[in-house]
Each structure stands twice: as C-alpha cells, then as structure tokens.
C-alpha cells in the first residue's frame, strides 16, 4: 500500500465514522419536585443544623401565612450546639 491509498483508507473511514448515529434519542422529562408550603410542615433541615433552621425561619418570615393552620411542631427538635458562634440576624 502507497501513503495515498493509506490516506484515502483513512480519511474514508473518518468520514464514514462521523456520519453514524442517530437521532431517535428518547427525550426524558425530569420528575416534578413538589415543595409543600413552608408553612405545611418543618422540613428536617431546620431540625439538623443551625443554618437550616435561620434558612427556614426566613423563609417562614417571608411567606404570607396570615390565613393558614398552625404549624406542627411535634417533629420538630432544633439543634444546640455550644462551641459554635451565634448566627447574626439581618
């Protein structure tokens, strides 16, 4: 075989190569995530750490919950921790 035919081998094998696939991929739709509204539950963040807690407590602050049931806090237990610094507020 010369260098040509070689190149010829090649670059055919390339070109042929780079032609293959398909697309009849099948488009798969992520899951809907439902978050219930902050004021339906303690998630278990605010249980596990401080800064889970402030985050929820924020975002309690911020909802409208003027109209709705109370909160249950029967699994509710915050997390204490006596080495570490108070978060600041605002």
């Not at 055919?12 to 899951?31: F, R």
Request: negative net charge.
């Amino acid at each position: 075989m010369n260098k040509l035919q070689l190149a010829l081998i090649v670059a055919s094998t390339a070109v042929i190569t780079a032609c293959g696939g398909s697309d009849d991929e099948v488009l798969v739709t992520p899951p809907v995530v439902v978050v219930p509204p902050v004021t339906a539950e303690v998630p278990p963040s605010a249980s596990a750490t401080e800064a889970g807690l402030f985050a929820y407590l924020d975002a309690l602050f911020k909802a409208s919950a003027d109209g709705l049931e109370p909160v249950d806090l029967s699994t509710f237990s915050p997390a204490l921790s006596d080495n570490t610094e108070p978060m600041a507020i605002g």
